[in-house]
């Protein structure tokens, strides 16, 4: 499983941006794809996911109705819209694969999102 993130960068408060997440290694019959953020100084922390067979998805509080999870199952490829965008959104934001099991096992290399204010 290789992952890798695109689409972060500098945007200011209230604007959007959408993250990319290919994953261009082997799939899995029943996986969940996740989003995660770790802000400077902080631990990391979910911000959403979605099961890949189902598109059942799930969001932290933080994000509930300004971030949105999808998929291309054709491209292999997991998405995070997110709209208005605060400060506190600020970190290096991760895609995971969680391949059925307790934990993400496979993670990309992570991508900076900067809100400035």
């Known amino acids: 499983v290789q992952l890798a993130e695109s689409g972060g960068g500098l945007v200011q408060a209230g604007g959007s941006l959408s993250l990319s997440c290919a994953n261009s290694?082997?799939?899995?019959?029943?996986?969940?794809m996740g989003w995660f953020r770790q802000a400077p100084g902080k631990e990391r922390e979910f911000v959403a996911s979605i099961r890949w067979g189902t598109g059942t998805t799930s969001y932290a509080d933080s994000v509930k109705g300004r971030f949105t999870v999808s998929r291309d199952n054709a491209k292999n490829t997991v998405y995070l819209q997110m709209n208005s965008l605060k400060p506190e959104d600020t970190a290096a934001y991760f895609c995971?694969?969680?391949?059925?099991?307790?934990?993400?096992?496979?993670w990309g290399q992570g991508t900076q999102v900067t809100v400035s204010s």
């Open positions: 290694g082997r799939t899995f019959g029943s996986y969940t």
């Open positions: 995971a694969l969680n391949a059925g099991g307790i934990s993400f096992d496979y």
